[in-house]
């Protein structure tokens, strides 16, 4: 038999990109952070950022919000290192992993994703509340750097187009 036809069926297991965004999903973090411990034990800094009121887009459909997240992902996927990893952890969160990061350069990050994101159109009339958090620890600390990365988030823009 002619194999060259045939066509590997992927399982939804196997997807690890967000269609919606081009982020990675939250299956791929979680594979990330089970095999992440850095053995040198440098710092990693947790951004997490949360995108609020979309709930009002939703009743429109699925497009309009699909747009806006695919916006703020290109966004945080051009303000950090290519070292860093962006996820999509959530119906309407990210999360991005910065190996090697001191609170500066996290800070430095959150500061940029926030003009950046105050300067891209988000292609919406409604308001959009962006809230970041950003914490650095232990590599084998994830979990709790995760945390305090959420309990660190305030909203740093507010977009109404």
């Given at each position: 038999?002619?194999?060259?036809?045939?066509?590997?069926?992927?399982?939804?297991?196997?997807v690890?990109?967000?269609?919606?965004?081009?982020?990675?999903?939250?299956?791929?973090?979680?594979?990330?952070?089970a095999?992440g411990?850095d053995?040198?034990c440098l710092?990693?800094?947790?951004?997490?950022?949360?995108?609020?009121?979309?709930e009002?887009?939703?009743?429109l459909?699925?497009?309009?919000v699909?747009r806006?997240?695919?916006r703020?992902?290109?966004?945080?996927?051009a303000a950090?290192?290519?070292?860093?990893?962006?996820?999509?952890?959530?119906?309407?969160s990210?999360?991005?992993r910065?190996?090697?990061?001191?609170?500066?350069?996290?800070?430095?990050?959150?500061?940029?994703?926030?003009s950046?994101?105050?300067?891209?159109?988000?292609?919406?009339?409604?308001k959009?509340?962006?809230s970041?958090?950003?914490a650095?620890?232990?590599?084998?600390?994830?979990?709790?750097?995760?945390?305090?990365?959420?309990?660190?988030?305030?909203?740093?823009?507010?977009?109404?187009?």
């Open positions: 038999m002619d194999r060259s036809f045939m066509r590997s069926k992927k399982t939804e297991d196997d690890i990109v967000d269609r919606a965004t081009g982020a990675f999903n939250r299956r791929r973090l979680d594979r990330d952070v095999a411990v053995p040198f710092p990693i800094a947790t951004l997490v950022l949360h995108v609020g009121n979309i009002q887009l939703g009743k459909g699925t497009a309009p699909d806006i997240l695919e703020i992902a290109w966004v945080v996927k950090v290192r290519a070292s860093d990893t962006v996820y999509r952890d959530g119906d309407s990210f999360c991005v910065m190996p090697k990061t001191t609170d500066e350069e996290a800070s430095t990050v959150v500061r940029r994703i926030q950046n994101i105050e300067s891209t159109p988000l292609l919406t009339d409604s959009i509340t962006v970041v958090g950003v650095v620890g232990d590599p084998g600390q994830v979990s709790n750097t995760a945390q305090r990365a959420v309990d660190a988030a305030s909203p740093v823009v507010i977009v109404h187009h």
